[in-house]
C-alpha cells in the first residue's frame, strides 16, 4: 500500500470532544460533525472507488502531520488526539497502530494554508523520507488546492 495523503480542516478544540452524559463520557456532536468531515474528504480526495480501503492491523503506520493554525489559540498535542481519532477507521484501523508520529503547528502561514491539516500516512515508518514527504509541494495536486471552493 502507499502512502496516503490528506488535506483536512483544523480539528476542533480536545476540549469540545468528549462530553458527561449521564454520568458516561460520549463524543459531543463537534466530534461527530468533523469526524464526518474528515472521512467525507478523505473520500473525495482519494475518490469514490476508495471506499474506507485503510491500513489493516498490525501494519505499523507512521503519520505525519502539519496543522496550519487559523489564529493563535489551541495546543498541538490536543489537536493531535482528535485528528488522530477521526482518521482511525478511515486510514488506518487503530491508532494504536501509529508507531512513529511527527508533529507541527505553523503560526505564520499563507491565507490559503490558514486552517489547514496535512496529513501524511505510511505503512511502514521506515520507508518515510520526511524530507520530501512533509511539505504541501509533495502533496498530489487535489490535495494542494487553494481552498477557494468552500
Known sequence: MKQLVFRLPEPPSANRWWRNVNG???????????KATVYA?????LGVGWNRGCILAP??????????RKRKAGDLDKRLGVMLDALQGIAYENDSQIVDLKARRFDETSPIFAGTVFVWITPDPLLIDWATAGSPASMPAASRSTGSEK
Open 24 to 34: 458516561r463520557m460520549v463524543t459531543s456532536k463537534a466530534a461527530g460533525d468533523y
Open 41 to 45: 474528504e478523505c473520500l473525495k480526495q
Open 59 to 68: 501494519m505499523p503506520v507512521g503519520v505525519r502531520i502539519e496543522w496550519h
